[in-house]
Structures are given as structure tokens and as C-alpha cells.
């Protein structure tokens, strides 16, 4: 793997989270579960970044993985 991650793609997931829930979020962009963590960075410098939902809300998480602020989008995407 590179470096850098991957893009799965340049617009952020739009996903539904629940409150006190714990995500994996990818942060290789290399999982199959996007954008999710399924363990594919194994073997490599990246790790998922755990994060807990403070409410049940839809949010955006990046899909580029270029995001300042992860796991959330924060429209660097624009810029790529």
C-alpha cells in the first residue's frame, strides 16, 4: 500500500450514526466496506480511527481521505 490513502471516492458518505455507537472509520481507503474499516490496512502505516456517535444522526464522513478533521468531512475534497 502507499503512503498516501487512497480516494474511494471524492464526496463524503452521507451515513446514519448511533448515539454511544463506536465506528471504524477507514482511514487507507482501501476496505471493501466503505467507509468503514474491514481490516484491509493490515500490514501497512495506516489504523482506523475509532470514533463514538454523541447522537443518532446522519453525518458525513470523508470519502476522499484527505479530511483535516477525521473521520468527518471537511470539504478538502474540493480542493483535490
Not at 481507503?29 to 447522537?55: L, M, N, V, W
Not at 479530511?67 to 480542493?79: A, F, I, L, S
Request: charged share 25%.
Amino acid at each position: 500500500m502507499s503512503k498516501q490513502p487512497k480516494s474511494p471516492q471524492k464526496l463524503p458518505y452521507l451515513v446514519d450514526v448511533e448515539k454511544n455507537k463506536s465506528y471504524l472509520w477507514c482511514s487507507c481507503g482501501e476496505s471493501q466496506s466503505q467507509p468503514y474499516c474491514d481490516g484491509t490496512h493490515r500490514g501497512s502505516d495506516f489504523k482506523p480511527i475509532r470514533f463514538k456517535a454523541e447522537t443518532t444522526r446522519k453525518t458525513s464522513l470523508c470519502g476522499c481521505k484527505h479530511t483535516k478533521n477525521p473521520p468527518y468531512c471537511d470539504g478538502t475534497h474540493q480542493d483535490l
